[in-house]
């Protein structure tokens, strides 16, 4: 991570609007960016590079915990499998490949319209 700033991703929706969390990301140095609530699902970069990768991780990971028989995982064992996983996907190359993925980088608007089969 570089610079003072954070940036967060939002969909619209109207329940992450309240004053008390604009306020902690002001304090924080946290920018939301507030994506249409009935488009988000379009523009997901972690969806893309990062969601998908660790769901496929963590159901190899569990199907190996299977084949030595372990059929009952704890919470310990949960939290051990997912975050040897999530450790070798939430890395910065699937991060900045996600936000190519949803093309949302380089910033190109005309692309992210097209996506949405919008006109202006």
Do not use: W
Request: proline share 4%; glycine share 4%; with cysteine.
């Amino acid at each position: 991570l570089t610079g003072p700033y954070r940036l967060l991703i939002l969909n619209g929706y109207e329940s992450h609007h309240l004053a008390d969390f604009e306020r902690y990301c002001k304090e924080n140095k946290i920018i939301t960016l507030y994506m249409p609530a009935y488009v988000s699902y379009l523009l997901q970069p972690l969806d893309i590079g990062c969601f998908r990768p660790l769901k496929k991780a963590y159901s190899r990971e569990i199907e190996h915990l299977i084949r030595y028989f372990i059929t009952y995982i704890s919470k310990t064992k949960f939290f051990s499998a997912f975050y040897a996983v999530f450790k070798v996907t939430f890395i910065e190359s699937n991060i900045q490949g996600g936000f190519r993925g949803a093309r949302l980088t380089p910033l190109n608007l005309e692309t992210i319209i097209l996506k949405l089969n919008m006109q202006l």
